[in-house]
C-alpha cells in the first residue's frame, strides 16, 4: 500500500479546506452585511444569496464551476480543477457563514449601535469597530461547526477529479481491489477534526461571548 | 434619507404584505433571467431540456430524490429515537456505544459512507442493474432506479448518516424539557418505558418536528451524492442529457433550479411548523449544522 498517496492527499484536502474557509469567511460576512444593510435592494440581494446556495446542493455548484463555466468563452472563467474546488466549496459554506454572522449581529445589543451611529460613525464604520468583531466572537462555536462540515465536504472535490485524501483513498481501493482503504481514509479523516475541534474549543474559552 | 422624502402612503403601499411579496417574486424572476444572461447561455442549448423525453427522464430523477430522501428520513427514526434513547442512558455500556457509534457517523464524509457501503455491499439491489436505455412505464422505471445498488446504497448511507444527526436532534429536543416532566412521570408510578413513550417522546418529537424537516432539506440535497455510485437520480440524470446534447451549463442550471424549487418550498414549510410548535431553542442546536 501506498502511504505517500494518501500523505499527499491529506495535503490536498488541508489546502482546500483553508482556502475555501478563508474565501466563506470573507463573502459570508460581505453577504451578511448586505442583509443588514440599510437599503431593501441590497438587503434582497443578500437574501438571495443565502437562499440560492442554501437550497442546492454543493456537487450541483461544483459540477457548475467544473463542467460548465469553460464553455462561457471567457477566459478569466477557465479555471483549473483546484481553483473550481476552491471557489465552488467557499462560495457555498459562504451562505452558511453569513447566515451564522448575521444571527452574531443579531445578537449585538441596539444601544451598542445606537450609540455609535450618533457619535457620528458611518455604517460601515459601525460595522467594521462595534458591530463586526461582537458578532465574530459570538458567532465562533458555529463558525467552528461549519470549519468541520467544510473538511468533510471538501471530500466532494474528488468528484471534479481533485487529487484530495478520498480520492486518493478511492483511487488505492480500485488497484487493490479493497474498499477497506476507505475505512482507514475515513480515519484520517476523524483524525483531521480532532484538532479542529481541540483549537475550537481553544478559541472560544478565550474569546468567545456567550450567547 | 429617501425614505424620510417619501410621502406615509407611498411607504405604506411599498410595506403591504402583498406588495412586498409581488416585489420579491418580481425580484426572484429577474433574478432567474439575469443569471442566463451574465453566464451567456444560449435558448437553442435550453430547447432540447424541454422536450416530452427529457422532461419525462427528469421528472423520473426528481421523483427518485425525493422518494429516497423520505425512505432515508423515516427509516432514520426508529434507529434515531434508540441511539438518543441510548447516550442518554445511565449506564455506560449502553451509552458509550452509542456515543461512538453517533460521533464517528457523523464526522465521515458522507461521500466515502456511500462508497463504501456501495463497494462492500454490492448485492443490495433485488433488481438486476436498470440501464439508461430501460423500457417501461413510468412506475416501473421509478422503482428499478430507486431499488437498482447505486438507490439502495444511497438509501443505506443516507440512513445511518441522518439517524445519527437526528439522535443528536432527539436528544436535544429531550434535554430541553423540563426536568420535572419526567420525574413526575416516573413518581406517579409510570415504567421507565411508560415515561419515554407516553410523556418524554411525544413532546420532544413536536419540538423537533422543524429541526426535522431542516435535515429534510440536507437530505434531499445529499441524495445528489448518488449520482458518483450511478443511481439514477436528479442530478445524474441531467449529466446524462447534457453529455448527450452538450448544454452543460444551461441543464445545471434547470437541475439546480429545480433542486431550489423543492428545498425552498420545505423551508416554507419549515417556518410554518416553528411558528405553530414549540422548538428547541436554536442555540441547543447550532452544534449540529450539516451542509
Given at each position: 500500500m501506498d502511504w505517500s498517496l494518501i500523505g499527499q492527499g491529506v495535503i490536498v484536502t488541508l489546502e482546500l479546506t483553508a482556502l475555501s474557509a478563508v474565501l466563506s469567511l470573507v463573502v459570508g460576512i460581505v453577504v451578511a452585511v448586505l442583509r443588514i444593510a440599510p437599503n431593501a435592494a441590497l438587503q434582497w440581494i443578500g437574501g438571495i444569496y443565502t437562499e440560492f446556495f442554501r437550497n442546492i446542493p454543493l456537487l450541483v455548484v461544483l459540477f457548475f464551476f467544473y463542467?460548465?463555466?469553460?464553455?462561457?468563452?471567457?477566459?478569466?472563467?477557465?479555471?483549473s480543477a483546484f481553483s473550481c474546488a476552491v471557489w465552488g466549496l467557499g462560495l457555498y459554506t459562504a451562505a452558511y457563514v453569513a447566515e451564522v454572522i448575521r444571527a452574531g449581529f443579531n445578537a449585538v445589543s441596539k444601544g451598542n449601535t445606537e450609540a455609535a451611529r450618533s457619535l457620528g460613525l458611518s455604517f460601515l464604520q459601525t460595522i467594521r469597530y462595534v458591530q463586526l468583531p461582537q458578532a465574530l466572537r459570538s458567532a465562533i462555536p458555529p463558525l467552528g461547526t461549519l470549519l468541520i462540515a467544510l473538511l468533510k465536504n471538501t471530500s466532494l472535490a474528488s468528484t471534479i477529479t481533485v487529487a484530495d485524501l478520498f480520492f486518493q483513498a478511492d483511487f488505492i481501493g480500485n488497484r487493490t481491489f479493497n474498499p477497506d482503504i476507505l475505512l482507514i481514509a475515513g480515519a484520517v479523516y476523524v483524525a483531521l477534526t480532532l484538532p479542529i475541534a481541540g483549537a475550537i474549543n481553544l478559541v472560544e474559552r478565550r474569546w468567545a461571548i456567550k450567547r | 434619507m429617501t425614505q424620510q422624502n417619501q410621502t406615509a402612503p407611498a411607504r405604506a403601499i411599498i410595506q403591504h404584505p402583498a406588495v412586498k411579496w409581488l416585489l420579491q417574486a418580481l425580484g426572484a424572476a429577474a433574478f432567474i433571467l439575469l443569471v442566463p444572461l451574465v453566464f451567456k447561455m444560449q435558448w437553442a442549448n435550453f430547447?432540447?431540456?424541454?422536450?416530452a423525453t427529457s422532461l419525462r427522464f427528469l421528472s423520473l430523477g426528481m421523483l427518485a430524490t425525493i422518494v429516497v430522501s423520505i425512505e432515508a428520513i423515516i427509516l432514520s427514526l426508529p434507529l434515531a429515537t434508540l441511539l438518543a434513547l441510548g447516550r442518554i442512558s445511565p449506564i455506560k455500556w449502553i451509552s458509550w456505544p452509542c456515543i461512538a457509534f453517533i460521533e464517528v457517523l457523523r464526522s465521515l464524509p458522507l461521500l466515502l459512507l456511500i462508497f463504501y457501503i456501495n463497494l462492500r455491499f454490492?448485492?443490495?439491489?433485488?433488481?438486476a442493474d436498470v440501464s439508461v436505455g430501460s423500457k417501461g412505464s413510468f412506475i416501473e422505471l421509478l422503482i428499478t432506479s430507486i431499488l437498482s445498488q447505486g438507490g439502495m446504497a444511497t438509501m443505506v448511507a443516507l440512513t445511518f448518516y441522518t439517524a445519527a444527526v437526528n439522535a443528536e436532534l432527539l436528544r436535544s429536543g429531550i434535554l430541553s424539557l423540563e426536568r420535572g416532566q419526567a420525574e413526575a412521570a416516573r413518581s406517579l408510578g409510570l415504567s421507565y418505558r411508560q415515561t419515554m413513550q407516553h410523556v418524554i417522546l411525544p413532546q420532544a418529537y413536536r419540538r423537533i418536528l422543524a429541526p426535522l424537516i431542516a435535515q429534510f432539506t440536507i437530505l434531499v440535497k445529499d441524495t445528489s451524492l448518488g449520482a458518483i455510485i450511478g443511481f439514477l437520480e436528479l442530478l445524474k440524470r441531467g449529466q446524462i442529457l447534457y453529455q448527450r446534447d452538450f448544454n452543460p451549463m444551461e441543464t445545471l442550471y434547470v437541475i439546480a433550479l429545480i433542486y431550489f424549487v423543492i428545498n425552498y418550498c420545505l423551508g416554507l414549510t419549515q417556518k410554518l411548523v416553528a411558528r405553530r410548535q414549540p422548538t428547541v431553542p436554536k442555540t441547543l442546536t447550532d452544534n449540529l449544522a450539516d451542509i
Open positions: 463542467y460548465a463555466l469553460p464553455n462561457t468563452g471567457i477566459a478569466l472563467l477557465r479555471l | 430547447k432540447p431540456l424541454f422536450t454490492p448485492g443490495l439491489t433485488i433488481f
